[in-house]
């Protein structure tokens, strides 16, 4: 299994940016498709962006052209930058294999004021 810590969440006005980081344990996480997932209060979680162990990558249409996603295996950790951010992004974010196998992690929230 591979463990989980989300970072880099906070409050950001509509427009601005932010950068979120997961930090993975286990040495299989080079094997992976790793992805950030969100959710918004009293909604499902959904998955917004997925990175292949390879590199490549998709996403949400409700992201897409705004949010990057990026992995770096040598030091286990998986981004997401995050611009032209809009209040429907507001969630809990984390990071989780694609697809979710064993516990998530605690998440990180991120808020966007209008």
């Known amino acids: 299994q591979v463990q989980l810590v989300e970072s880099g969440g906070g409050l950001v006005q509509a427009g601005g940016s932010l950068r979120l980081s997961c930090a993975a344990s286990?040495?299989?996480?080079?094997?992976?498709?790793m992805g950030w997932y969100r959710q918004a209060l009293g909604k499902q979680r959904e998955l917004v962006a997925t990175?292949?162990?390879?590199?490549?990558?998709s996403y949400a249409d409700s992201v897409k052209g705004r949010f990057t996603i990026s992995r770096d295996n040598a030091k286990n950790t998986v981004y997401l930058q995050m611009n032209s951010m809009k209040p429907d992004d507001t969630a809990n974010y984390y990071c989780?294999?694609?697809?979710?196998?064993?516990?998530w992690g605690r998440g990180t929230q991120v808020t966007v004021s209008s």
């Open positions: 286990g040495s299989i996480f080079s094997f992976k498709a």
């Open positions: 990175v292949t162990s390879g590199g490549s990558v």
């Open positions: 989780h294999t694609v697809p979710p196998v064993g516990p």
